[in-house]
Structures are given as C-alpha cells and as structure tokens.
C-alpha cells in the first residue's frame, strides 16, 4: 500500500500543474482579447516552433534507440536533449501565441477535415503527454527505473506523435495560408 502511494506522489503536483499550463494556453491562444503589436521577429517562431519539433523527435527516436542498445547514458542524453527542444517550443509557442492568437485554416475541400483531425489529436494529446512527460521524467530522476520504463512505453509513442504532428501542423498552414 505505502509503495502504490510513493509511486502516486508526482501525480500531486504534476496533474495540477499540467491543467494550469494547458488552461493557460487556452486562455492564451482563444480567450485573451488584447494583444500588444508584435515585434517583425515573431514571424520567424512558427518555423522555429517545427524546428525544435522536429528535433525533439529526431532526439526521441535517438533516445529509443540508444535504450533499445542497452546504452543508458546515451538515452538519458538523447531524452533530456528532446526535454529542451521541447522545453524551448513551448516557450516559443506561448511568445507567438501571446502576440498573434488563434491561426485560422483556410483549406477547403478534403483537406480540411485531414488538417483538423491532425490539429485535434495533436492539441488532444499534447495535453495528456505533459503530465506522462514530467512522471517519466520524475521516475528516473528518482532513480525508480521499473516505473519509469512502465510509463515511458506509453509517453514515447504519445510525444513522438506530438511532435511529428506538430510539425505537420505547420507543414499544412504554411501551405494554405
């Protein structure tokens, strides 16, 4: 009993704290009704934003790989690498978002319904990856590998996702847009 209680702590902080991020952004990109002139920069951060996607799965593939090895240290380096690329889009995305809202997709025809599937399952599960992020991230900095490995099979093929579809996402308004 006291061991499924241990292995249940992060969830205290990490599930409050993942809800305020994800409420914030949706304050951020659909709620917030002023919004200051953006700088000439902020249109570059949506191609930096598929940059550093892109990177973090590019270091999540790296990561499983090296792990499917056997070489931890590698896949320790390869998984924080993916944290900070990951790390750094979400300060990108809340900067440009701050600046410029909500991107409407102005794509008709059976595109549409593609785009907004990718869009719905990528803001869907973006969602849910954070708190499976930081509990895999908690259980082995913690040291306690048998839980880490059991979340992380699930964490992996949700954040890989997030990140393709993230750039994908890109991909298509940069095309209609």
């Known amino acids: 009993m006291a061991t499924a209680l241990a292995e249940r702590r992060p969830l205290v902080w990490i ?6 991020i994800a409420g914030f952004l949706v304050w951020l990109i659909y709620l917030k009704t ?10 570059a951060l949506p ?5 550093f996607n892109s990177c973090s ?14 070489n931890r240290v590698a896949h320790a380096r390869c998984m924080l690498t993916a944290v900070a690329f990951s790390a ?3 300060v990108s995305y809340v900067v440009y978002h701050n600046f410029h809202g909500d991107t409407r997709f102005p794509g008709q025809g059976l595109i549409r319904p593609v785009y907004f599937f990718i869009l719905i399952s990528h803001i869907g599960l973006s969602i ?15 040291r306690r590998f048998d839980s880490h490995r059991g979340i992380a099979r699930f964490t992996l093929p949700v954040w890989f996702y997030v990140s393709v579809t993230g750039v994908v996402v890109f991909a298509l308004l940069r095309a209609y847009v």
Do not use: H, Q
């Open 47 to 51: 191609a930096a934003n598929a940059l």
């Open 57 to 70: 799965a590019v270091a999540l593939a790296a990561g499983w790989f090296s792990i499917k090895r056997g």
């Open 128 to 142: 849910v990856a954070l708190p499976m992020i930081l509990s895999t991230l908690f259980y082995a900095a913690t």
């Open 34 to 43: 002023t919004r200051a002139p953006a700088p000439p920069w902020i249109g």
């Open 88 to 90: 750094l889009f979400l």
């Open 15 to 20: 599930l409050p704290l993942s809800a305020a």
